[in-house]
Structures are given as C-alpha cells and as structure tokens.
Nanobody, 125 residues
Framework: QVQLIESGGGLVQAGGSLRLSCAAS????????MGWFRQAPGKEREIVSA????????YYVDSVKGRFTISRDNAKNTVYLQMNSLKPEDTAVYYC??????????????????WGQGTQVTVSS
C-alpha cells in the first residue's frame, strides 16, 4: 500500500520560508518521479515542482523559479520543497505526488498515480 505523508506546512508572513517534506512508503522510492502540486480555493490543482528519480532533473513552474527548491533523499524515501521569499499568492494546500517512471517528469496531475493528503500553506501579507 503506497502512502505519501506531507508535513511542514503552516502560517508564515510574506518573505518568510517553509520547508515541506513528503515521506513515502510502500514503494521502491528511487523508481518514482515525485511532484509537488498546490490548489488554492476555487482554483485548479497546479504543478509547483517535480524531480526525477535520481534528483538530477527538476522542473519548476515559472512563478516559483528562484524561490523554491525541490530535492530528494532516496535513502530516507523523502522529497522536500524548500520555499523561500513566500508571497500571499503561494497560499494553497500543497500535495505530494508520485509516479513510476525512469524517464519523464510529468507536469500535470493526470501524470501521477499516488497522492498525499495535502498540507496547508498560508502566507500572510
């Protein structure tokens, strides 16, 4: 049974930082690409960042480039999202997702097979 458990969300002032973690179980972690998505109220779920199985390839949506950094520790079955210079528009529920792949890094929700329960990130102005 695959489980993805996010942690690290919370309330932070604009300009602040948070580090999200997603711990995976029930998978051979280094066979999976991992993604971070977010969904704000009334909006569609959108990709924030993704990383391939080795960590050598990454993807960022334009709005977070230079502010967010994705990384993974395959020994700990964990993927991270370091979020700096947070803005009120970053406020959303953040979801971790996984897909079995050795090549691609999907950038849409449909490209992922497993999802975490989400963690709330709120950035106050």
């Amino acid at each position: 049974q695959v489980q993805l458990i996010e942690s690290g969300g919370g309330l932070v002032q604009a300009g602040g930082s948070l580090r999200l973690s997603c711990a995976a179980s029930g998978v051979v972690f280094n066979n999976y690409a991992m993604g971070w998505f977010r969904q704000a109220p009334g909006k569609e779920r959108e990709i924030v960042s993704a990383i391939n199985w080795s960590g050598r390839r990454t993807y960022y949506v334009d709005s977070v480039k230079g502010r967010f950094t994705i990384s993974r520790d395959n020994a700990k079955n964990t993927v991270y999202l370091q979020m700096n210079s947070l803005k009120p528009e970053d406020t959303a529920v953040y979801y971790c997702a996984a897909v079995f792949t050795s090549v691609n890094i999907p950038d849409t929700p449909a490209g992922y097979d497993y999802w975490g329960q989400g963690t709330q990130v709120t950035v106050s102005s």
